[in-house]
C-alpha cells in the first residue's frame, strides 16, 4: 500500500522554465511533508518542508504547495537550472507518531535541459 | 546545515561474510538515526529506527538477527549485514535527526553500495 505516490516517473524541463513536481497521499494523519533531492550514489539531500497547519512555503527558488483537502503537495522550481536535475523524493510523517518516521514517494526524475 | 557522515560508500565482498556500515552525525547529536534500503529505481524503504541507548525498532518483513542495529552514543549509529547473501545487495542509506519537539527534518549519509558476490 503506497501511502505516498509520485506518479510521474520523470520530467524534462527547458532551463529557465518552471518546473513543477507532484506528489499524492492517502493517510489524513501525515501532518508534515518534505522535499528531498537525490543525485545517483549520494544519499538525499532535505530542500524544503511544510507543516500541514500551511498550505505554502517558499525558500529561494523553491516553494511548496499544500492542499490538504486534495492531499495533494507540489514543488516549484522556478527559474530551473541545468544543476537541479535530480531524483526528488516526497516525503511525509506525521507529528503524533512515536518517531515520526518519514514515508517516501517513489521519486521523479527531473532533467532541466540547458 | 547538518552533515551527515556514512562509511563506507562501496563494500564489495562474499557471500557469507558480514559488513558493518556506520554512521555519524558530525555537527549534532542525532537522538534518533533512521536506516533505510534503496533497491534500483524504487523509493527508500525505511528498515528499522534506532534511539539512542535503546533497541532499534524494525519495520514489517525486516530481520532482527539479519540486520543488527547499534546506536551506543548520540553521534554513531551502526548497521551489520549478518552472513550477508547476493539478495542483500543494496543500497543502504542512514539518517538521523537531532533532538526535536517540533518537526526537523532528517539529514543523510551519502549510502553504502553494498555488493555481496
Known amino acids: 500500500d503506497q501511502q505516498v505516490k509520485q506518479n510521474s516517473p520523470s520530467l524534462s524541463v527547458q532551463e529557465g522554465r518552471i518546473s513543477i513536481l507532484n506528489c499524492d497521499y492517502t493517510?489524513?494523519?501525515?501532518?508534515?511533508f518534505l522535499w528531498y533531492k537525490k543525485y545517483p550514489a549520494e544519499g538525499p539531500t532535505f530542500l524544503i518542508s511544510?507543516?500541514?497547519?500551511?498550505d505554502k512555503n517558499e525558500d529561494g527558488r523553491f516553494t511548496v504547495f499544500l492542499n490538504k483537502s486534495a492531499k495533494h503537495l507540489s514543488l516549484h522550481i522556478v527559474p530551473s537550472q541545468p544543476g537541479d536535475s535530480a531524483v526528488y523524493f516526497c516525503?511525509?510523517?506525521?507529528?503524533?507518531?512515536?518517531?515520526?518516521?518519514?514515508?517516501f514517494g517513489t521519486g521523479t526524475l527531473l532533467a532541466v535541459q540547458p | 546545515g547538518a552533515v551527515v557522515s556514512q562509511h563506507p560508500s562501496w563494500v564489495i565482498c562474499k557471500s557469507g561474510t558480514s559488513v558493518k556500515i556506520e554512521c555519524r552525525s558530525l555537527d549534532f547529536q542525532a537522538t534518533t538515526m533512521f536506516w533505510y534500503r534503496q533497491f534500483p529505481k524504487q523509493s527508500l524503504m525505511l528498515m528499522a529506527t534506532?534511539?539512542?541507548?535503546?533497541?532499534?525498532?524494525?519495520e514489517q518483513g525486516v530481520e532482527k538477527d539479519k540486520f543488527l542495529i547499534n546506536h551506543a552514543s548520540l553521534t554513531l549509529s551502526t548497521l551489520t549485514v549478518t552472513s550477508a547473501h547476493p539478495e542483500d545487495s543494496s543500497f543502504y542509506i542512514c539518517?538521523?535527526?537531532?533532538?526535536?519537539?517540533?518537526?526537523?527534518?532528517?539529514?543523510f549519509g551519502d549510502g553504502t553500495r553494498l555488493s555481496i558476490l
Open positions: 534506532s534511539n539512542e541507548g535503546s533497541k532499534a525498532t524494525y
Open positions: 539518517s538521523a535527526r537531532g533532538r526535536t519537539v517540533f518537526n526537523q527534518p532528517q539529514h
Open positions: 516525503a511525509a510523517s506525521s507529528y503524533g507518531g512515536a518517531t515520526n518516521k518519514l514515508i
Open positions: 493517510n489524513s494523519m501525515f501532518d508534515y
Open positions: 511544510i507543516s500541514s497547519i500551511k
